[in-house]
């Protein structure tokens, strides 16, 4: 929480074209995410939440408008940029977990492991992501939905990325699951100092976060500082 | 139109490049079934219309002299419809222009210009008259290739005198719709010249006789009896034996031809036809994996089974019929093509186009069938699913460990290359089948491109290990064994080797054949025997020398014997022992010593032949000799023919090598191209979601193209076996007595082979991988699959 801001967003619009129609998806956001912080984004459906997560992690690209990792202007990164960005700085949890079937739960992470440059062990990653050691080995389709997610959190994490990026970590899972989810989550970010953007529709989790941003109609709404961070097993639904 | 088929249509069009990818494989097998037919049956169809309307004979017999009563006695044996007795000899031509000696066929033709059999059609002038013997009528090819036109006049040495020909008219014949002269067709070679009977027996001290005769059958009657018959009335007049169509050179070269085109509607539309079959099996299966909960939907709502396995043939219907559309039409032109084609190498007055409305209507049920049963599992699948079950998504796709757990060996490869190893052995059959449908495709060239290796192995073995003369002159009759000193003087010859002929008929038991012996000088350096490995055999001093196919036909090896009656002056039956047998890819042989034979005809040393090798600079000078050489009768040149074929072959090379290289890309392609789709559709959240991951595109393609990099290769070995196979099978089922093709398959046909189907699956792969490309990487964060 120390080394200044990790994005700078200025300004940037997202505008989808289908067809005649235009759908404003962001309408000028201008937000610092300082490095090391736990941020939970909050809002009604449709509010534009996603297509900024996508945007800093570069799946998606902006309308008008700037984004700095770092000092680096990744709205203007082509796709071969992009992807060296995503691969090395960037760790992505969805909802629906997008583990590769044909992988075992420990495959899944050297999936990663290989390609990235100073990675942790992924059996290591696994016991932070909470997957018991038996079941390192396991398909995914051997896996409840919530030890996937964890093969999916440990995925993410394992090559030690400088940011994590999570839409609707948990929105699959039943809440004792979702709280393990999260606990991980916030163990990545305290033990390895990741910053760590979580989209929930859950305003209990925004109890755990250093800040929590509320959106609407494609716009910041308000933000909330938290005093003091709470531990998501005393966050209850 | 019913909602149903409103989404079908819709579904064709979504997947637009799959099915045109399949109908395309269905294509390429409708086109070679429709183009084989339909050029087999215009070729078959043009060539009865030409015999019947010209009446072509059905049994040819030649004697040395037959009185003509004799032609009477043979249009009295029961059976025979109408006979024609007729002379015929070669004779050399001279043409002005044309360095080297043609051939001339002398044919007569009746003095009142009623021609019974073989009757000429006439393109241009009339038949000779009979009070001017030196009128005569040329065939069109010959005359085309000089420019002759009735008026024109060339030289001919007939019976030793040269004489000026006149040509009043030009023709085409039906005994002779494809002639050999050296080794190809050659019309400025070979010169066939009709004259009046009065003028050719005059010439040839046959007046009141005859030495060729053609006899037409009464309908149903066979031929073997009635030859019986011929043979037994010609003997006394130096028959050579009659036979019937099958033995007549230009018949049974187009029964040749006949057969290939028949080989090839039975080989290459099954590999078409299974292998679209199985594309179809792989785009049903996925698209009804697709469509589950549409179809428990569909069920939920009321459809029957029936109607839901109805609804997805019908797709594949539609497909089959596209492709029988494209296939027939594309088949029809070429085969017209082709037909046109045939009508320029061989010499037909008109064509007749037959494809027949059946071979349609087989192409039609063929495809359907094909289709239908590649779609029969998947579909059934599809009706026989319950409701319920199909709302749910499938069971998660079961992977097993490739090895062991702690197996060092995996935790080497990277995960990708894990990826890929479990996506084959997860689908073991769909991954062999792959394979095997793109062995096929290097199957199908190694089997049709090895002719070519074989066809040079057979003017090597032929023409530069066997017969290595630059040409033959051949006697019109045998002279003493000197000849051969006045030939070796002759300008411009560096060597040359005598050899005699002598009409013989071959018997073991039941099987014979009647066929000349050639007696060759035991130390013979030109005309030399090859053994099968191709090394040379010594003319053994006793006993007689058979080439392997006729050993087969007589079903006799070496130390057999054989009985051979020999026809001509000297008639007699011997017995004689087979004292070797060796290898010959032209034609049927038989050798002896010279003397030997000699000894057996109980006459002086006499020669009939002589091979020479020439001065290539002087050539001409040997030529203008021979132009005026009274007793040669013939000439065959052999390099001159084997660059001529060299040559045509280069020409008809390109043709074959291009449809080949189409109908196999085709295959290489439509395979690699709707697997590599549909892996992609399987696994396209997968790519997506490791694209996320911060893979590259090239990372990204390699898992799912590597898959078939893999699969390519080993489809290669597949594929040179069962083209060995093939090519193996195509070698014994074109053999005739004229003409067979040694096995031969050159490495570099395997590597072209096996390069034409790694570019085509190169080439297919490329446009998946734009695909992969534009995955929508946010998409499949969305959505649950
Ligand atoms: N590919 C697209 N094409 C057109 N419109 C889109 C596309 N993606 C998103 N939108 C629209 O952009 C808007 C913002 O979408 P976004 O997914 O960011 O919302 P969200 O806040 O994540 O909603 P939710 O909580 O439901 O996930 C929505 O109105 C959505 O319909
Ligand atoms: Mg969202």
């Known amino acids: 929480m120390s080394d200044g801001p990790i994005y700078t967003i200025e300004g940037i619009t997202k505008v989808y074209r289908t067809g005649e129609v235009e759908v404003h998806a962001l309408r000028g956001v201008d937000l610092t995410i300082d490095a090391g912080e736990f941020i939970v984004l909050l809002g009604p459906s449709g509010s534009g939440k996603s297509t900024l997560v996508n945007i800093l992690g570069g799946l998606d690209t902006v309308t008008d408008g700037k984004v700095f990792f770092r000092d680096e202007e990744i709205t203007a990164f082509g796709d071969g940029e992009l992807t060296k960005y995503r691969r090395d700085h960037v760790g992505f949890v969805f909802q629906f977990y997008n583990l590769v079937p044909s992988l075992t739960a420990r495959e899944n992470v050297s999936l990663v492991t290989e390609i990235a440059h100073d990675p942790m062990d992924p059996g290591e990653a696994l016991e932070i992501a909470g997957l018991p050691a038996d079941r390192h080995n396991h398909f995914p389709a051997q896996l409840s939905g919530g030890e996937q997610q964890r093969v999916a959190i440990a995925r993410a994490i394992a090559k030690k990325p400088e940011v994590l990026l999570c839409d609707e970590p948990t929105g699959a899972l039943d809440s004792k699951t979702g709280i393990r989810v999260l606990e991980a989550l916030a163990q990545v970010n305290r033990e390895l100092d990741t910053t760590v953007l979580v989209i929930t529709h859950n305003m209990a989790v925004g109890r755990m976060a250093d800040r929590v941003i509320h959106f609407a109609d494609g716009s910041v709404a308000r933000i909330e500082q938290n005093e003091k961070r709470e531990a998501p097993a005393s966050i209850a639904w | ?785």
């Open chain 2, 1 to 785: 139109m019913k909602a149903l088929d409103r989404k079908l249509l819709r579904d064709l069009l979504r997947l637009w490049a799959q099915v045109a990818a399949i109908a395309l494989v269905m294509a390429a097998g409708v086109m070679t079934l429709v183009l084989a037919v339909g050029a087999q049956r215009s070729l078959f169809e043009t060539r009865e219309a030409y015999y019947e309307r010209n009446a072509f004979a059905d049994i040819f017999a030649t004697a040395t002299r037959a009185p003509n009563r004799l032609g009477d006695e043979i249009a009295a044996l029961p059976g025979v419809a109408s006979v024609e007795t007729r002379i015929t000899q070669n004779a050399i031509l001279d043409i002005e222009g044309m360095a080297e000696p043609a051939s001339g066929m002398l044919v007569s033709v009746p003095d009142d210009g009623e021609q019974v059999l073989n009757r000429l059609y006439l393109r241009l002038g009339r038949l000779p008259a009979p009070g001017h013997p030196d009128e005569v009528v040329v065939n069109e090819p010959f005359a085309n290739a000089h420019g002759f036109v009735p008026g024109d006049t060339f030289g001919a040495v007939i019976n030793g005198r040269k004489r000026d020909l006149t040509i009043v008219g030009v023709a085409l014949s039906p005994e002779f719709i494809y002639v050999v002269t050296d080794l190809m067709p050659d019309d400025r070679r070979l010169g066939l010249v009709w004259m009046s009977q009065t003028a050719l027996s005059a010439a040839f001290d046959l007046d009141g006789a005859f030495n060729a005769i053609s006899v037409k059958l009464l309908r149903g009657q066979s031929p073997d009896v009635v030859i019986d018959e011929i043979d037994r009335l010609l003997e006394p007049y130096g028959g050579r034996g009659a036979h019937d169509r099958e033995d007549q050179q230009s018949h049974a070269f187009l029964d040749s031809e006949l057969n290939q085109l028949q080989a090839m509607s039975y080989v290459l539309p099954p590999i078409f036809l299974l292998v679209a079959g199985f594309l179809v099996n792989m785009i049903l299966s996925r698209l009804i994996a697709l469509e589950r909960e549409q179809i428990g939907l569909m069920k939920a709502v009321g459809y029957t089974g029936a109607a839901v396995a109805w609804h997805y043939l019908k797709l594949v219907i539609v497909i089959a019929l596209l492709g029988v559309l494209v296939g027939a039409s594309a088949g029809t032109l070429l085969g017209r093509g082709l037909t046109r084609l045939y009508g320029d190498f061989f010499h037909f007055p008109f064509l007749i186009f037959r494809a027949g409305v059946d071979i349609y209507l087989i192409a039609i049920v063929v495809s359907v069938s094909a289709a239908m049963l590649g779609a029969l599992r998947s579909v059934r699948a599809a009706a026989a699913l319950p409701p319920a079950v199909a709302m749910r998504p499938p069971a998660p796709a079961r992977y097993r460990q490739l090895l062991p757990d702690g197996v060092p060996l995996l935790s080497l490869l990277p995960q990708t290359t894990v990826m890929i190893g479990r996506n084959i052995v997860r689908r073991p059959l769909r991954a062999l089948f792959t394979s095997f449908g793109m062995s096929l495709s290097v199957a199908m060239l190694v089997g049709t491109l090895f002719a070519l290796d074989s066809v040079d192995e057979m003017i090597d073995v032929t023409f530069f290990g066997a017969e290595r003369q630059h040409a033959t002159l051949s006697f019109v009759h045998k002279l003493p064994a000197e000849a051969l000193y006045e030939a070796e003087r002759l300008p411009g010859v560096l060597a040359a080797e005598p050899a005699r002929m002598v009409a013989a008929r071959f018997r073991n038991g039941h099987l014979e054949r009647r066929l000349a012996i050639t007696g060759k000088p035991g130390d013979s350096t030109l005309s030399r025997l090859l053994d099968v490995e191709g090394h040379e055999v010594t003319m053994p001093d006793e006993g007689v020398v058979l080439t392997t196919a006729l050993a087969g036909i007589l079903d006799v090896g070496r130390g057999d014997t054989v009985e051979v009656e020999l026809m001509e002056e000297h008639r007699e039956t011997v017995l004689l022992p087979v004292s070797a047998v060796v290898e010959s890819y032209i034609g049927l042989g038989a050798y002896m010593d010279m003397d030997a034979l000699n000894r057996l005809m109980r006459e002086a040393p006499s020669i009939s032949a002589v091979h020479v090798i020439a001065d290539a600079s002087r050539i001409d000078e040997l030529y203008d000799a021979v132009k005026n050489l009274p007793l040669v009768g013939s000439i065959t040149l052999q390099r001159a023919a084997v660059e001529k074929f060299r040559e045509t072959m280069a020409e008809n090379l390109i043709m074959m090598v291009t449809i080949y290289v189409g109908l196999a890309g085709i295959i290489a392609f439509g395979v690699v191209y709707n697997g590599a789709r549909i892996q992609l559709s399987e696994q396209g959240r997968e790519l997506a979601s490791l694209r996320v991951l911060g893979f590259t595109r090239g990372e990204v393609s390699w898992i799912l193209l590597g898959e078939f990099a893999l699969l390519t290769l080993l489809a290669l070995p597949m594929g040179w076996l069962l083209g060995y196979l093939m090519a193996y099978s195509t070698a014994e089922g074109l053999a005739t007595e004229l003409f067979r093709l040694p096995l031969v398959i050159q490495r570099s046909t395997y590597g072209w082979a096996s390069v034409v189907v790694l570019v085509a699956s190169a080439l297919s792969a490329l446009i998946v991988r734009r695909r992969i490309d534009r995955l929508d990487l946010i998409e499949v964060l969305k959505t649950r699959e």
